[in-house]
């Protein structure tokens, strides 16, 4: 029942938001990667000079690979589930690196609670979704993540993130952090208002929505 409560949430959400919502599309917007995989990326605001952050890999880093392979670019990928960790051992481009973390919006060690479905990949530290056993490990805040890798700015940040986008959008507001471009799964169950609020917040830091394709949204700064 409370599966379906989530469907409904997410679905509503998906349907409301996009009405309520000003796009601004343009000609230098490009999808990359695969069907299940790909996001909408504003390509002017990418050079083979980016610091590109990937959070939420699990078994498709097809996005990730078609970046490096368009612009060029060094990626980042942020994942810490045992599956994406297999997976990462699979991929040789010594562009993509990949970091065995979850990002989140402070440095915790955190559980991350097993999918409905044992055959999909996703975890979640922010939703109890399906039973038995998850994993715990160890996150970071973007600020950490650049500080540690010796970043000055962030100018792609994607996040696939079961929930936690979130709390993580929230700290990146309040610390005046700002990608240069978001690409962002909206996947809590929240309303279509909390959502619309949660993107007003977004559009007040100087964000425009420039594409979106179901709860996936793209956006970058004016």
């Not at 998906?14 to 909408?40: A, C, F, I, K, Q």
Request: aromatic content about 10%.
């Amino acid at each position: 029942m409370a599966h379906l409560a989530r469907r409904i949430k997410l679905k509503t959400a998906e349907t409301v938001v996009p009405r309520l919502t000003r796009v601004h599309p343009d000609g230098n917007l490009e999808r990359l990667g695969s069907d299940y995989g790909g996001w909408w990326v504003p390509t002017d605001l990418i050079a083979e000079d980016s610091v590109v952050y990937a959070a939420g890999v699990g078994e498709d880093a097809s996005f990730d690979l078609a970046l490096i392979k368009r612009f060029g670019c060094e990626v980042w990928a942020i994942d810490p589930t045992p599956r994406a960790l297999e997976y990462a051992g699979r991929i040789t481009d010594s562009r993509w690196h990949f970091l065995p973390f979850g990002l989140w919006k402070e440095d915790a060690v955190m559980h991350f609670h097993p999918p409905v479905d044992t055959a999909h990949v996703s975890h979640s530290v922010t939703e109890v979704r399906g039973s038995g056993p998850g994993f715990d490990a160890q996150c970071y805040s973007l600020a950490s993540l650049t500080q540690k890798l010796g970043h000055q700015r962030v100018d792609l940040l994607k996040m696939d993130i079961e929930g936690a986008e979130g709390p993580v959008l929230d700290q990146l507001l309040m610390a005046e952090i700002l990608p240069g471009a978001i690409c962002v799964e909206f996947d809590a169950p929240e309303s279509p208002w909390a959502l619309r609020r949660r993107l007003s917040r977004l559009e007040k830091a100087g964000y425009v929505v420039r594409w979106i394709e179901a709860r996936n949204y793209t956006l970058a700064l004016r």
